[in-house]
Protein backbone atom coordinates (compact mmCIF):
# COMPACT_ATOMS: atom_id res chain seq x y z
CA UNK A 1 0.00 0.00 0.00
CA UNK A 2 1.44 3.33 -1.13
CA UNK A 3 1.70 5.98 1.73
CA UNK A 4 3.07 9.09 1.75
CA UNK A 5 3.57 11.43 4.66
CA UNK A 6 4.44 15.29 4.43
CA UNK A 7 6.23 17.01 7.52
CA UNK A 8 7.91 19.98 7.55
CA UNK A 9 5.08 22.87 7.29
CA UNK A 10 4.65 25.60 9.31
CA UNK A 11 4.56 29.50 9.77
CA UNK A 12 7.48 31.59 8.60
CA UNK A 13 8.33 34.93 7.91
CA UNK A 14 9.05 36.81 4.51
CA UNK A 15 12.48 36.03 3.48
CA UNK A 16 13.18 32.83 5.34
CA UNK A 17 13.48 29.42 4.93
CA UNK A 18 11.69 26.04 4.92
CA UNK A 19 11.92 22.21 4.60
CA UNK A 20 9.36 20.12 3.93
CA UNK A 21 9.95 16.18 3.51
CA UNK A 22 7.75 13.39 2.52
CA UNK A 23 7.89 10.06 3.81
CA UNK A 24 7.11 7.16 1.51
CA UNK A 25 6.26 3.73 1.63
CA UNK A 26 5.06 0.68 -0.57
CA UNK A 27 6.94 1.59 -3.81
CA UNK A 28 10.32 1.85 -4.91
CA UNK A 29 11.71 4.94 -5.89
CA UNK A 30 13.47 3.94 -9.36
CA UNK A 31 11.15 4.87 -12.50
CA UNK A 32 8.68 6.51 -10.44
CA UNK A 33 7.76 10.78 -10.68
CA UNK A 34 7.43 12.10 -7.21
CA UNK A 35 7.10 15.90 -6.32
CA UNK A 36 5.24 18.48 -4.88
CA UNK A 37 1.91 20.13 -5.98
CA UNK A 38 0.55 22.99 -3.74
CA UNK A 39 -2.98 25.06 -3.29
CA UNK A 40 -3.37 27.99 -2.02
CA UNK A 41 -6.03 29.72 -1.03
CA UNK A 42 -8.41 30.08 -3.88
CA UNK A 43 -6.51 28.97 -6.65
CA UNK A 44 -5.94 25.67 -8.39
CA UNK A 45 -3.53 23.20 -7.64
CA UNK A 46 -0.05 23.99 -8.88
CA UNK A 47 2.65 21.61 -9.63
CA UNK A 48 5.67 22.87 -7.53
CA UNK A 49 8.62 20.48 -8.34
CA UNK A 50 8.92 17.22 -9.30
CA UNK A 51 11.33 14.75 -9.82
CA UNK A 52 12.15 11.45 -11.70
CA UNK A 53 14.90 9.37 -11.53
CA UNK A 54 15.82 5.96 -13.71
CA UNK A 55 19.37 5.36 -13.52
CA UNK A 56 21.50 7.38 -14.64
CA UNK A 57 18.62 9.47 -15.76
CA UNK A 58 17.45 12.62 -13.35
CA UNK A 59 14.74 15.18 -14.95
CA UNK A 60 13.75 17.83 -12.57
CA UNK A 61 10.79 20.46 -12.82
CA UNK A 62 10.39 23.96 -10.80
CA UNK A 63 7.61 25.72 -11.40
CA UNK A 64 8.34 29.11 -12.27
CA UNK A 65 6.78 30.50 -9.13
CA UNK A 66 9.86 28.91 -6.91
CA UNK A 67 12.58 28.24 -9.99
CA UNK A 68 15.95 29.35 -8.33
CA UNK A 69 14.43 29.35 -4.74
CA UNK A 70 13.37 25.72 -4.28
CA UNK A 71 15.70 22.16 -4.98
CA UNK A 72 14.13 19.14 -4.65
CA UNK A 73 15.71 16.04 -3.60
CA UNK A 74 15.04 12.44 -3.17
CA UNK A 75 17.01 10.11 0.03
CA UNK A 76 16.81 6.54 -1.50
CA UNK A 77 18.07 5.02 1.65
CA UNK A 78 15.31 7.19 4.10
CA UNK A 79 12.82 6.77 1.65
CA UNK A 80 12.16 10.70 1.98
CA UNK A 81 11.48 13.15 -0.76
CA UNK A 82 12.51 16.74 0.25
CA UNK A 83 11.04 20.59 -0.95
CA UNK A 84 13.73 23.75 0.00
CA UNK A 85 12.15 26.64 -0.19
CA UNK A 86 14.24 29.49 0.06
CA UNK A 87 13.57 33.63 0.35
CA UNK A 88 9.60 32.51 1.23
CA UNK A 89 7.32 34.83 0.07
CA UNK A 90 3.72 35.54 1.03
CA UNK A 91 2.75 34.30 -2.05
CA UNK A 92 4.28 30.85 -1.19
CA UNK A 93 1.45 29.99 1.37
CA UNK A 94 -0.35 27.01 0.88
CA UNK A 95 -0.97 23.66 1.40
CA UNK A 96 1.58 21.53 0.07
CA UNK A 97 1.07 17.81 -1.10
CA UNK A 98 3.61 15.25 -1.69
CA UNK A 99 2.67 12.97 -4.98
CA UNK A 100 4.06 9.59 -6.60
CA UNK A 101 3.23 8.32 -9.97
CA UNK A 102 4.67 5.47 -12.26
CA UNK A 103 6.48 6.56 -15.07
CA UNK A 104 7.75 10.19 -16.33
CA UNK A 105 6.58 13.01 -14.44
CA UNK A 106 3.68 14.82 -15.78
CA UNK A 107 1.89 18.19 -15.69
CA UNK A 108 -1.51 18.12 -14.13
CA UNK A 109 -2.73 17.12 -11.03
CA UNK A 110 -5.13 13.94 -12.78
CA UNK A 111 -1.77 12.59 -13.45
CA UNK A 112 -0.87 11.84 -10.15
CA UNK A 113 -2.73 8.95 -8.62
CA UNK A 114 -0.47 9.00 -5.27
CA UNK A 115 -1.04 12.06 -2.75
CA UNK A 116 -0.23 12.86 1.02
CA UNK A 117 -2.57 14.26 3.01
CA UNK A 118 -0.76 18.01 2.93
CA UNK A 119 1.30 20.14 4.89
CA UNK A 120 0.58 23.45 5.86
CA UNK A 121 2.97 26.48 4.74
CA UNK A 122 2.20 30.04 6.04
CA UNK A 123 4.49 33.16 5.26
CA UNK A 124 3.72 36.21 7.03
CA UNK A 125 5.31 39.44 5.93
Known amino acids: QVQLVESGGGSVQAGGSLRLSCAAS????????MGWFRRAPEKERERVAT??????????YYSSSVEGRATISQDVAEKTLSLQINSLKSEDTAIYYC????????????????WGQGTQVTVSS
Open 99 to 114: VAAPGWCKTTQYDYKY
Open 26 to 33: GFTFSGVC
Open 51 to 60: IYIAGDTTVT
